[in-house]
């Protein structure tokens, strides 16, 4: 089979490979199915996506409403929007976690900004009824918990989206453009010792007061977070998985 890509842009080795752990477990995908690219590193280099079956993009420390942006951001985030730009136009499959939201967003003409930003914790998202008949939420239900941490988010829905999954606090949790493009508010990735351990790494990157870690780590596991949320990745890789 072609492998699947996971673009990374977390500057903290410990934070890269955990996440690459988690989609690996999560998706289903072995080591050799699943190439890492940690975009921060270097250079985005030139790709063919006739390589892959789909590409997933994960979380990030960088924000796209940041208003101050260094030198590496800028360049990962060029980097990234390029390649979005190329997916979205090809409708190549793709799921953007998170911080894949801002990129696609930022692609469509839509705003990214800090009004439904979400604390560090497990949030209830809401299938809509394409979201009920599309094949990535296939065996989700309706309603289901995921963890959620992010300080942006979309401000009104992009133009030109299928909505698949609101929030309350944040009312766009996934979205798809054309018919292979995705992307989640949500974690798909995440369980709760996932979380646990990113919650650890991140503890002083203004996500929470770390005063509040090990409050934080016995909600992630008292949470009503099932499990479910992780079938948006081995259905995009039972989808999507090409010869």
Do not use: W
């Not at 390029?82 to 953007?96: K, Q, S």
């Not at 992009?158 to 999954?165: F, N, R």
């Not at 974690?187 to 002083?204: G, K, N, S, V, W």
Request: net charge negative; with cysteine.
């Amino acid at each position: 089979m072609k492998p699947f890509l996971l673009l990374a842009t977390r500057d903290h080795d410990e934070a890269a490979a955990a996440e690459y752990r988690s989609v690996l477990r999560h998706s289903g995908l072995s080591e050799d199915e699943l190439e890492h690219l940690r975009v921060e590193s270097r250079p985005l280099p030139e790709l063919d996506l006739a390589d892959y079956s789909g590409v997933i993009l994960g979380g990030s420390s960088f924000n796209i409403s940041d208003s101050q942006k260094t030198d590496l951001q800028q360049r990962v985030e060029a980097d990234l929007l390029a390649l979005v730009d190329l997916i979205v136009d090809t409708d190549f499959p793709f799921l953007g976690m998170c911080y894949g939201v801002g990129a696609v967003t930022t692609h469509l003409g839509g705003t990214v900004d800090r009004t439904y930003g979400e604390a560090v914790g497990a949030t209830e998202v809401t299938l809509t009824a394409d979201g009920l008949a599309d094949e990535l939420l296939a065996g989700i239900e309706e309603r289901f918990h995921a963890f959620v941490g992010h300080k942006e988010a979309c401000n009104g829905t992009p133009p030109g989206v299928t909505m698949l999954a609101t929030g309350e606090l944040c009312p766009v949790q996934m979205y798809r453009v054309g018919a292979n493009v995705y992307v989640t508010q949500f974690h798909p990735e995440l369980d709760a010792d996932d979380l646990t351990a990113r919650m650890r790494i991140y503890q002083h990157a203004g996500y929470f007061d770390p005063a509040e870690l090990e409050d934080l780590v016995a909600m992630a596991y008292a949470s009503g977070v099932t499990g479910q949320q992780h079938r948006v990745l081995s259905n995009f890789v039972q989808r999507y998985t090409t010869d």
